[in-house]
């Protein structure tokens, strides 16, 4: 099992491009996530979806749009790109969408974005 | 005030020392914590759960204090392979939504 694969691991654009973030997880998960990682600023969310054919904006979703292609896909979506775009984006999955620690959230390896 | 507060670090122990990071959270609803662990450049990974009658796992051990709104974990024995980034971690309603809130972390680097 692969776990949480994301693509692309590096990307750099310049402002005002658009880009998609692809996310897919093989543990048969419900739920989700995509977050955006800041120095000094730890994780925030910025979109979920709780299960396959819904999704939800987090603390931070100005800016990206969400896909939840099918269970095991989960896209994140940068319409215009800005240089306070400029992060870490991590994508997540859990069994459920609940804070219990048996719906340990797992996450994808990153990909680094950088906006000129 | 940020949700949840750690002491950024770094932290630099000495192998086989006992370190400790203490955590705060603000929102007095949230109903489960968490430690993860984030090495450089690389993805959180859930470390533990902390109840509240405290519990350990190995060399390390979590406690929760509701009343004082308070997590700490404790690390005995550091390895070097301990050195990471720990994120204390809280989940509870946030303006209706449900969800995980992470702290920015706290750096530890166990020296040989």
């Known amino acids: 099992n692969a776990g949480v694969t994301q693509t692309p691991k590096f990307q750099v654009l310049k402002t005002g491009q658009s880009m998609t973030l692809q996310c897919a997880q093989d543990?048969?998960?419900?739920?989700m996530y995509w977050y955006r990682q800041d120095p000094g600023m730890g994780l925030r969310l910025i979109y979920y979806s709780a299960s396959e054919g819904t999704t939800d904006k987090g603390e931070v979703p100005n800016g990206y749009n969400v896909s939840r292609l099918n269970k095991r896909e989960f896209s994140l979506r940068l319409e215009s790109a800005a240089p306070s775009q400029t992060s870490v984006y991590f994508c997540?999955?859990?069994?459920?969408?609940?804070?219990?620690?048996?719906?340990?959230?797992?996450f994808g390896p990153g990909t680094r974005l950088t906006v000129l | 005030r940020k949700e949840v507060e750690q002491d950024p670090g770094p932290f630099n122990v000495p192998e086989g020392a006992t370190v400790a990071f203490n955590c705060t959270y603000s929102n007095s609803a949230s109903q489960s914590f968490f430690w993860y662990r984030q090495d450089c450049r690389k993805e959180p990974k859930l470390l533990m759960s902390v109840y509240s009658s405290g519990n350990e796992d190995g060399r390390f051990t979590a406690q929760l204090n509701r009343a004082s709104q308070y997590i700490s974990l404790l690390i005995r024995d550091s390895k070097l392979s301990d050195s990471a980034t720990y994120l204390c971690?809280?989940?509870?309603?946030?303006?209706?939504?449900?969800?995980?809130?992470f702290g920015s972390g706290t750096r530890l680097q166990v020296q040989p």
């Open positions: 971690v809280v989940y509870g309603r946030d303006t209706g939504r449900r969800a995980l809130t």
């Open positions: 997540a999955s859990s069994p459920n969408f609940s804070g219990g620690s048996y719906n340990e959230q797992f």
């Open positions: 543990m048969n998960h419900n739920s």
